[in-house]
């Protein structure tokens, strides 16, 4: 995750954040340095950045800006609506009282284990 100023362009940290991806593991051999397929929103639909993603590999999956709705990726996109109903939890994320980008951030990572911590005490 990064963080960002809200009048930021989500597209602008879309580069700088499969930089900071770490490394994938999953199957024996190397690990993967960069996910397979990219999913994204309208807001991503520039032809530079498919160009960009192609360009390392990964198959970008973005839906288009002007298409009736209905791109399929409804599917898979509810997981990260559901993250963030999960975030939206903590009063204080889903409504920023801290100035400081550190303490947002630092709460956001602790918000993130606690989320974590609870699926992993379900599933066992």
Known sequence: ?????????????????????PSIRGR????????RRLYADRGYDF???RRLLRKRGIKP???RRGVAHGSGLGKVRWVVER?????????RL??????????????LELAC???CLRRLRTSF
């Not at 362009?9 to 930089?19: G, K, R, W």
């Not at 024996?28 to 996910?35: E, V």
């Open 61 to 63: 999956l973005i839906a």
């Open 28 to 35: 024996r051999g190397r690990p993967r340095r960069k996910p």
């Open 94 to 107: 889903r409504i920023r009282y801290e100035r400081r980008a550190d303490l947002h951030q630092g709460l």
């Open 1 to 21: 995750m990064t963080l960002t100023g809200g009048n930021r362009h989500d597209v602008t940290q879309l580069l700088p954040l499969l930089d900071a991806v």
């Open 113 to 115: 284990s606690l989320i």
């Open 47 to 49: 032809d530079k950045y």
């Open 83 to 91: 993250a963030f109903a999960w975030l939206h939890q903590f009063k």
